[in-house]
């Protein structure tokens, strides 16, 4: 579904991707993997259509951009810009309905939905710039959530956020593999890619390896890669644990209601990072 071939991304002179070629198949959740300045972002968008490759190409079957929903790095976001959680989740539909235009009703469905499934109702009327760590990667997910899309790839979902979010964004993307959704995400951390991630992309500028966790992680992979002072601890890792992420009802209970409103879209380039 996610046929990438012979891929190389150069940044003017500087190449940041050689010579990828990774067929995903639709349905699949993958972790990218690799070190600092591995070409893990760029290599998402460049599959969003972000970053035109150098040379090789990504085909997306029928798909186009259009099916694809980002959740960039929390850092990347403005957040001091004046939005309430509303309307910055309610972006995510102007793919749909494009900006500036109210909410049928079906949208608003969608939209508590999405404050459901991050156990965020209740704070649609806050200010972006109010939220804590988590909350604001929960209202990531959200706003990725709304976009209802087929291919979902997200850029380091679960850095600086504590165990019980990371376990209830985990459920949220698990839900989303059981509808049928492709899920890419970038992940630093090796060993929630090992417990939670079928698949791994080992990326170091260049593929290193790409298929289930048991046969990238391994010590020489890990090595080649970057990891020298991880590889030889990667025989202890623990890759059997199956995902047991049930404490999103206990959260979602403790939070504040409230009714919504209808919304306006707004136009995420008005806060986030513009690619150069
Ligand atoms: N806009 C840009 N202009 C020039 N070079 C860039 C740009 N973006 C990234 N690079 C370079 O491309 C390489 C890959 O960057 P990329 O952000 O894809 O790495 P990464 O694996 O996501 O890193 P990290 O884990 O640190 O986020 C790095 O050497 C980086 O400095």
Known sequence: M??????????????????????????QLIAIVGANGAGKSTLLKAIMGQLEPSSGFIELGVLTSKDIAYLPQSHKIDRKFPITVKDFISAGSWKRIGFWKKFSSSE???????????????????QISTLSGGQFQRMLFARMLMQDADILLLDEPFTAIDTQTTMDLMNVINDCQQQGKTIITVIHDLLLVSRFFPNVILLAKELIAYGSVKTVMTSD?????????LAYISHTM?????????SHNEVSSS??????????????????????
């Open 108 to 126: 608003n469905e969608l939209l508590q939905q999405a404050l459901n499934k991050v156990s965020l109702e209740g704070f649609e009327e806050r």
């Open 221 to 229: 992979n890990l090595s080649k890669a970057g990891y020298q002072h």
């Open 255 to 276: 939070l504040p209601k409230k009714n919504s409103t209808h919304i306006h879209c707004t136009n995420p380039a008005h806060y986030e990072e513009k690619i150069s």
């Open 2 to 27: 996610i046929n990438i071939l012979n891929l190389c991304v150069n940044y003017k002179d500087s190449p940041a991707l050689n010579n990828i070629s990774v067929e995903i198949k639709k349905g």
């Open 238 to 246: 623990d890759i059997s644990t199956p995902l047991t992420a049930d």
